[in-house]
């Protein structure tokens, strides 16, 4: 079975700030690896995923991800925020084997100025 | 608007009521899962369908009743539910079960009282 964990539920960050947001995963198999993003009031949208090849995963709206086996990790990063990247956003793992994308509890981004 | 339609966006319900949530998408996708979203707590994976056929039922109470008439429709039909089942549901689908590229509706806001 495979499980997320989000290491911080809450992450306040200034403007034009980096950030990151850490996810680490478990599994005994190969995995495929997603980040989104939900912003108040609506679903789910894709921020980016790694299916394969290069560790370094580019998503929309600036964020990109890198994977790192050795650590399980997949930590979510941006250079520089701005104040509508405010929202929570979650990581989530399936197993190759086509089993349902499973969630981590969500890290709440909050940007300020 | 993602392609993926969830009516109603709000619901109110008394315990003993019967209702239906929708979910419809134009997509061409082949598969579509029910999640449950509450407050601290990650996505709950209800159930899974896939061409039709339900192939995940995660432990969820008989009073959770899905329906998948076709590929582009999905119901949960809801009875005698309980406080504690207010939530947020959310319908996703994707273009099969290993793909992990799930696009979500906005889903629907449930409160039983």
């Known amino acids: 079975a495979q499980s997320v964990t989000q290491l911080d539920s809450q992450v306040p960050v200034f403007e034009e700030a980096p950030v990151e947001l850490r996810c680490n995963y478990s599994?005994?198999?190969?995995?495929?690896l997603f980040w989104y993003v939900q912003y108040p009031n609506q679903g789910l949208q894709l921020l980016l995923k790694?299916?394969?090849?290069?560790?370094l995963v580019k998503g929309i709206n600036g964020f990109e991800a890198e994977f790192n086996k050795s650590q399980t990790s997949f930590h979510l990063r941006k250079p520089s925020v701005h104040i509508s990247d405010t929202a929570e956003y979650f990581c989530?793992?399936?197993?190759?084997?086509?089993?349902?994308?499973?969630f981590g509890k969500g890290t709440t981004l909050s940007v300020s100025s | 608007e993602t392609g993926v339609t969830q009516t109603p966006r709000h619901l109110v319900m008394g315990m003993t009521n019967k209702k239906s949530l929708k979910c419809e998408q134009h997509?061409?996708?082949?598969?579509m899962y029910w999640y449950k979203q509450s407050a601290k707590k990650p996505l709950e994976l209800m159930f899974v369908?896939?061409?039709?056929?339900?192939?995940e039922n995660n432990s969820v109470p008989s009073r959770f009743s899905p329906e998948c008439p076709n590929s582009s429709h999905l119901f949960l039909h809801l009875h005698t539910l309980q406080p504690e089942d207010s939530a947020l549901y959310l319908c996703?689908?994707?273009?099969?079960?290993?793909?992990?590229?799930?696009?979500f509706g906005s889903g629907t806001r449930l409160t039983v009282v």
């Open positions: 790694y299916l394969s090849g290069s560790t």
């Open positions: 996703a689908s994707s273009q099969d079960r290993r793909s992990g590229g799930y696009t």
């Open positions: 997509l061409g996708h082949n598969a």
């Open positions: 989530a793992v399936c197993n190759q084997a086509g089993t349902a994308l499973i």
């Open positions: 369908y896939s061409l039709e056929e339900r192939v």
């Open positions: 599994s005994s198999v190969s995995v495929y």
